[in-house]
């Protein structure tokens, strides 16, 4: 279960480096074996189909199973039954999608909140890169 107020901060831009409560973040690169999400429907909403096939390609979706597509697919249909309607948009139905769509961990406060950090390839931190340069200036001089 995801924790609750405010969304925490990243574990690289927290301040404190004590064990944090609620256990380890687990991190996911962002590219690795998923499984095959099925095809979106060419009946949905364009906004329903995008959100859809945005899944995919998000880091997230390296833990999803059968059964989060397939929950992925009813948003989606719900969502685009909404959007095609000619009369406004229920407040309630876009309440619900939007909790249906953080149980699928599609926002960045969704994940840290349940303590997931998508880390992009060759991605570094400022101050990590700037010790490293520091590092190899300290070893030559020591060789030089």
């Known amino acids: 279960m995801g924790t609750r107020g405010p969304v925490p901060k990243r574990s690289d831009q927290r301040r404190r480096t004590n064990k944090p409560e609620g256990g380890e973040v687990t991190k996911a690169p962002s590219r690795s074996v998923r499984v095959a999400p099925p095809a979106a429907e060419a009946r949905w909403h364009p906004l329903a189909r995008e959100w859809y096939d945005s899944l995919a390609e998000s880091g997230q979706s ?82 030089g």
């Open 62 to 143: 390296a833990f999803y199973e059968p059964s989060d597509w397939a929950q992925a697919r009813v948003w989606a249909e719900l969502l685009s039954r909404e959007l095609k309607k000619r009369s406004r948009v229920s407040a309630q139905m876009v309440a619900a999608w939007a909790a249906g769509a953080t149980e699928l961990l599609t926002t960045e406060g969704a994940r840290r909140r349940m303590r997931l950090e998508l880390e992009r390839a060759g991605e570094m931190d400022g101050d990590e890169e700037a010790a490293v340069v520091a590092i190899d200036e300290y070893q030559k001089r020591l060789s």
